[in-house]
């Protein structure tokens, strides 16, 4: 089983430098309706299109999350104050590499306190009616909708596709093995040990959280059973059933499957893809990414970190899913890199078209710009001696595309 546990700017990323297009649309889920963005590239033509199913909680369309209060300034103090959007980034992303996204709104977001009777399906479920939206749209190719899910959303992803036969691939960032209540119930514990909380008492709502589940589990609530979080029983009972078999489920899918770990989760940690990795038999594709937290950024930047859109756009361009099969293809077959495996020095070229207003440049797994290993010239040879063993990224600029190739130094 392949193992990727570092993973900086290694990208075969094709960003297409043209306008792109962004629409405010709306679906209708359970008699409520949905508002979000649909996000498309430039172009007359139907886009490989991503679904981000998002984490829990009441979010907007844009992952907005203001970094404010106690627990902010204990836990991540270099971010206090800031606010984070990492859907909008990493939908901005995935669009300027040549996809459709669409984001949303939660329906906890937009009506709060009046969203009618709660269901399972109503209140964990708009990625369905999501799904049945694009395929009406005229820009999206409806042979590939891949759906992407952050946290929570990475557990619902496959018990949705495995229902269904329109969706190509799964994209899991920052997903759980363990369930909602275990999860739940220690970060409630870490955060009061860590901050200097009421542990006693954290440890008291972390035992009810996970009695009430017990509960739910055993089928042994009744009507009486109070809701939690404003949730009923019987809408819990099914989210448990739905999400406690989530390994399964990705295998009973047998789709195309990538799973991201982030290095500095608190709320979901990198222990979580270790279980997958165990677990789950349709993939070899687990990648922790370091030094991020939860929201896909470090603990001292509020901007997502390029490393995410750039090992999922690599992921989905090694699994087929190019946004310009042809165009990606040729670039490909025009670039030269020899040796590779390299020692002492390094030969670059690129071939017609693609050569005549090209530009390159060599990083380390830091994602560091190495001095004195660019060029704009093809061919091109470099003296590497002074390189350190390891692996490095060759980034090639051309034609409005960046190709990104892995290299060795022996």
Not at 38 to 51: C, E, H, Q, S, Y
Request: hydrophobic share 35%; net charge neutral; charged share 20%.
């Amino acid at each position: 089983m392949k193992t990727i546990t570092c993973l900086i700017s290694f990208c075969l990323s094709v960003l297409a430098m043209h306008a792109q297009q962004s629409f405010n649309i709306s679906f209708v889920h359970d008699g409520k309706t949905v508002h979000g963005t649909f996000k498309v590239p430039a172009g007359n033509k139907r886009f490989k299109t991503l679904i981000l199913a998002p984490g829990s909680g009441p979010n907007d369309r844009y992952g907005t999350l203001p970094m404010v209060g106690a627990n902010t300034a204990c836990l991540y103090p270099g971010l206090l104050n800031d606010t984070i959007r990492a859907y909008d980034e990493l939908s901005d992303a995935l669009q300027d590499a040549g996809y459709a996204v669409l984001i949303y709104d939660k329906l906890e977001y937009t009506y709060p306190g009046s969203m009618g009777t709660i269901t399972f399906h109503k209140l964990w479920l708009p990625v369905e009616s999501a799904i049945d939206y694009v395929k009406t749209r005229s820009d999206v190719d409806t042979g590939n909708i891949i759906l992407l899910g952050h946290s929570e959303g990475s557990s619902l992803i496959p018990y949705i596709a495995k229902g269904r036969k329109d969706i190509r691939a799964l994209i899991s960032i920052a997903g759980s093995r363990t369930p909602f209540d275990s999860t739940l119930a220690r970060q409630l514990v870490y955060i009061a040990q860590t901050c200097g909380g009421d542990v006693q008492t954290a440890q008291y709502q972390a035992d009810q959280i996970l009695a009430y589940f017990n509960l739910i589990r055993t089928n042994t609530w009744n009507s009486s059973t109070p809701p939690l979080f404003g949730v009923p029983a019987s809408a819990w009972r099914e989210y448990v059933l739905a999400t406690d078999p989530v390994a399964d489920h990705y295998d009973v899918c047998g789709l195309p499957a990538l799973f991201l770990g982030l290095e500095k989760d608190i709320n979901v940690p990198p222990s979580e893809l270790d279980r997958f990795k165990a677990e789950v038999s349709v993939t070899d594709d687990f990648w922790k990414l370091p030094s991020l937290i939860h929201y896909m950024t470090t603990a001292d930047d509020p901007h997502i970190s390029k490393t995410v859109p750039d090992t999922i756009i690599h992921w989905l361009r090694s699994n087929g899913f190019h946004a310009s099969m042809k165009d990606v293809k040729a670039i490909e077959r025009s670039v030269s890199v020899k040796p590779n495996p390299f020692g002492s020095s390094l030969t670059v070229s690129v071939g017609e078209p693609y050569n005549r207003n090209c530009s390159m440049r060599l990083l380390d797994m830091t994602g560091r710009v190495i001095p004195g290993i660019t060029g704009i010239k093809s061919p091109q040879s470099f003296d590497t001696g002074f390189l350190d063993r390891g692996v490095y990224i060759l980034q090639i600029q051309t034609e409005g595309y960046t190709i990104c190739k892995k290299l060795v130094k022996h």
